[in-house]
């Protein structure tokens, strides 16, 4: 049986929704897990929903520098994550993560697309930290402990953001 959590946002423009993606880094005890699983958040909405401007929250959380775009046309990107010192509570001892990784699976039309990425071996790494857009292409591969993030459209900037915390 699956143990879920949900959580409902909206934000009115990209500013709240890369704020969010940030905060959640943290609010979500993500980096205070003891146990040895990647984490994994799967990226679902249409395109133009605000995925990759939370996955650039997300980046700017893990104190990632460089310029997020998506990777559409690569399709898998890899930042490394410095060893940050996270301000975790006193007594918590958080895991180490060493790469993000951004994936953006817009383009891939089949399952053969998918083969050669490497995506499996990214997804059962404990140390890498993965964000997948168009994450219902490859529903297969998902772990059972990730983190569903769905967006819509309310208006012109404004998003309905999901988050559903899957078997943590």
């Not at 003891?34 to 133009?48: C, N, Q, S, Y």
């Given at each position: ?128 930290i993965i964000a997948i857009e168009w994450a ?10 990730r983190y569903d993030i769905r967006f819509e ?16």
């Amino acid at each position: 049986m699956n143990k879920t959590k949900q959580n409902i946002f909206i934000t009115n423009n990209s500013k709240e929704t890369q704020r969010l993606a940030e905060s959640f880094i943290f609010r979500s005890e993500i980096l205070l897990r003891r146990t040895k699983t990647p984490r994994v958040f799967a990226l679902f909405g249409e395109l133009g929903s605000g995925k990759t401007t939370f996955v650039q929250g997300l980046a700017k959380g893990l104190g990632i520098k460089k310029r997020i775009i998506s990777p559409t046309f690569i399709i898998v990107r890899n930042y490394k994550i410095r060893n940050k010192i996270y301000d975790l509570p006193a007594g918590k001892a958080g895991l180490r993560f060493k790469n993000f990784f951004h994936v953006d699976l817009y383009r891939l039309e089949s399952k053969n697309d998918i083969e050669g990425l490497g995506l499996e071996e990214i997804i059962n790494d404990s140390e890498n930290i993965i964000a997948i857009e168009w994450a219902e292409k490859i529903k297969s591969l998902l772990p059972k402990n990730r983190y569903d993030i769905r967006f819509e459209h309310l208006s012109q900037n404004k998003r309905k953001i999901i988050i559903t915390k899957i078997n943590f």
